[in-house]
């Protein structure tokens, strides 16, 4: 006897939209079998690789979030990427000196900002989540050999909806390319660079999480972001006050 199985309308209708395109581009496109093949193999490299979420954060997710909020109110999402971690210390007094070795590389940074409702209202005690590469480029937890959750954690805003957090200038940095999503990469003619860029999330109830970044005015890859993921909504100067740089950026969340 055959179990039946529920069907899930949304899948079926996704999956059959999916279908309808995909013909339209093979007709366009005219894929060969041999194209066909390679593409199977190199698909299969990506996941067999781990890489599926970096190659979909840096190629597909951008074109997700322009597609849903283009035309929405509130501050516009950018790329969750594919180094955030869960459990990060919290901090507890204000300003937030972001987890850093005592011999940290870079610049210090002084970063203000805001958090209200697309109704005005401020949002206070808020969560915010804060994550970025270090001086090298890279990523605690992930390819940097610095302790786990450095230059990362998580805070609450004020009665205000206002925070302020001392850590260090991000830098820009290449997405890893010795693996398929490289092969991509090269075969593309594309270079493999991100601006330098702050990655923020913010949470509180009876709005919708907002996953952002902050980037900085005068970064040579602002326009040619491999990830595509700049806004320029989401732009902020960084401002030389001698012994630290300082910048700040308000956000808005949206209700749900």
Do not use: C
């Amino acid at each position: 006897m055959i179990e039946s199985v529920a069907k899930n309308k949304r899948v079926v209708e996704i999956y059959e939209s999916f279908v309808k395109h995909m013909k339209n581009f093979l007709d366009e496109q005219q894929i060969n079998h041999e194209e066909y093949t390679n593409f199977v193999n190199w698909a299969n490299r990506l996941g067999t690789s781990g890489e599926i979420p970096l190659f979909l954060d840096v190629f597909v997710e951008t074109h997700v979030l322009e597609s849903k909020y283009k035309t929405l109110p509130g501050t516009e999402p950018s790329l969750l990427g594919p180094y955030f971690v869960e459990g990060t210390q919290l901090l507890t007094e204000q300003p937030f000196v972001i987890p850093q070795r005592p011999d940290e590389k870079g610049e210090k940074l002084v970063f203000r900002g805001n958090v209200s409702s697309v109704n005005g209202q401020p949002l206070p005690n808020t969560r915010v989540e804060w994550w970025q590469d270090d001086a090298d480029g890279f990523y605690s937890n992930f390819d940097s050999d610095a302790p786990d959750f450095n230059l990362r954690g998580h805070f609450y805003t004020d009665e205000n909806g206002h925070f302020e957090v001392h850590s260090i200038v991000p830098v820009p940095y290449q997405i890893p390319t010795n693996g398929p999503t490289g092969e991509f990469v090269r075969a593309a003619g594309y270079h493999a660079y991100r601006p330098a860029h702050l990655h923020l999330k913010f949470e509180k109830e009876g709005h919708e999480a907002l996953i952002t970044q902050v980037f900085f005015e005068g970064d040579e890859w602002l326009e040619t972001d491999v990830a595509k993921g700049v806004r320029s909504s989401l732009l902020t100067k960084l401002i030389d006050k001698g012994e630290y740089k300082e910048a700040s950026l308000d956000f808005v969340m949206r209700t749900e």
